[in-house]
């Protein structure tokens, strides 16, 4: 299991100001995306509208699809471009990991936000920055890395909620219009695919006793990997593997996984995306284990009821048509890249990788919510735009 949630007690990480460190890594930033994350072309659509926003002294908000770790980095690209900075929300599990990144993502403009627990905080920071429009805020509102580089996952209610309470501040102050631009990343792979993930399915089958099977048929291979992994998980939590459609059988691995938690947690009766519902169990987890106050045998309790909840949002993230009906070169390596990570917490890199980065025109947004409608109509307008871009690109 990755280290997205620690034990640790929560301190706020606020942004980081400074444009010096910005315009010294912004020079370098082709360099390292080539090197580290394997991109080497950069294409950019629609920045006018971002620039006609910023000019007009808008509190901007920049909404993305996120199909890979390295987008914020990415859109570091998009930055050197309007000759701006970004503020961007981050999880702090990424700034406690430490390292060379996350020093970077800082002094980029990265703040902390807590997503085990209302983060105050960081909510009132990004609606400061709105209000204040010193830079375009980044959000992510798909809530984590997709892997899908061709499709949407529902969107979390955060990003509208910052949005409409900074519109409501810049009417009242007289400073004009808060706006979203939806922003789509598409990226296409431009090596051999077989060749890329060979490596990377033979040591999966050889971790499952397997012989490796390179002259299987790709789609058939990869299918046969997964249906293991899934199939041991199934042995693992429900005794026996489950015959049936994908989709049902990740559906109802998820719910053994969440169903009893939500129960003895009292988070909610199922409903909702897998998202959100791991989100509010892990805001009434984890604050029990920062208290420090609980003993070790109920630590582990913790640790595992947390190992649940990743392993029911990895299986949540593997849309079951994926590979359906001869699937593009980036479908084939995002299946492969999340298998890896599922099974070695770590997934390599491969390239050459080129990614399209589209900016939407901008989205007013309204200071009042339309109380008649069971959705909000500015996540709608941003998941339809999104949608329709990367679709389109």
Known sequence: MQEVVNDQPYQFLPPYHGRFWWLVVERGLPWYLRRFWGISQIEMQGVEHLSHSLAAGHGVLLAGNHPRPCDPLVLGQLSRRVRQPFFSMASWHLFMNGGWEAWLM?????????????????????????????????????????????????????????????AKRREKAGAGQVVVHPVALRYRFHGDVQQAVDPVLKDIETRLTWHPAPDLPLVERIAKVGQALLTLKEIEYLGQPRAGALHERLRGLIDHLLAPLEQQWRTGDGSGTTTARVKRLRAAIVPTLSAGTLSDVD???????????????QLAW??????????TPE??????????EDVTDRARIHHPLSVRIDVGEAI????????????????????????????AS
């Open 364 to 391: 007013p947004v309204a200071t009042h919510r339309d109380r008649e409608s069971a959705n909000d109509d500015i996540l709608e307008a941003i998941d339809s735009r999104l949608r329709a871009m990367i679709a």
């Open 318 to 327: 593997y849309p079951p048509d994926y590979l359906r009906d001869d699937p």
């Open 299 to 313: 630590k582990r309790h913790r640790w595992r009821q947390l190992a649940d909840c990743y392993l029911a949002q």
């Open 106 to 166: 800082h002094k980029l403009g990265a703040f902390s936000v807590f997503r085990e627990g209302v983060d105050r905080a960081a909510v009132n920071t990004a609606i400061d920055i709105l209000v204040s429009a010193e830079r375009p805020l980044l959000i992510f509102p798909e809530g984590g890395v997709s892997r899908t580089n061709d499709q949407l996952n529902p969107l979390l209610e955060g990003t509208a909620l910052i949005a409409r309470t900074a």
């Open 331 to 340: 479908r084939i390596l995002e299946t492969v890249e999340r298998l890896e």
